[in-house]
């Protein structure tokens, strides 16, 4: 299983920005899918957005499409999601986790991850 650990999280107004790392101790991320999941204080985990490990493929579930953006940097061994126009059910906790380069697919959403981070909490509120 690899270590891995989410970093950004925070607290911002209605409509603002933040930017989530995921990174891994000692390894590369570059072969490996990379999901980012959420968890809403009494609601069941919901994946956000995902990206593959070969062709770079990227997938938005609803909530995120148009305006969170998932991208990786090689050479940081880092994925990231970049949530703008930030709303209070935004809220939760966010994870990331990694499986097998082709574990993200646009046909379906898999939840199967083998190795998950710890959470970084975000909070949208006025």
């Known amino acids: 299983q690899l270590q891995l650990a989410e970093s950004g999280g925070g607290l911002v107004h209605p409509g603002g920005s933040l930017r989530l790392s995921c990174a891994a101790s000692?390894?590369?991320?570059?072969?490996?899918?990379i999901a980012w999941f959420r968890q809403a204080p009494g609601k069941e985990r919901e994946g956000v957005a995902c990206?593959?490990?070969?062709?770079?493929?990227?997938v938005y579930r609803d909530a995120a499409k148009g305006r969170f953006t998932i991208s990786r940097d090689g050479a940081k061994s880092t994925v990231y999601l970049q949530m703008n126009s930030l709303q209070p059910e935004d809220t939760g906790v966010y994870y990331c986790?990694?499986?097998?380069?082709?574990?993200?697919?646009?046909?379906?959403?898999?939840?199967?991850?083998?190795?998950w981070g710890q959470g970084t909490q975000v909070t949208v509120s006025s």
């Open positions: 986790a990694a499986d097998s380069y082709s574990h993200c697919t646009s046909y379906v959403w898999r939840m199967d991850y083998g190795s």
């Open positions: 000692g390894v590369t991320l570059d072969y490996y899918s």
């Open positions: 990206i593959s490990g070969s062709e770079e493929r990227t």
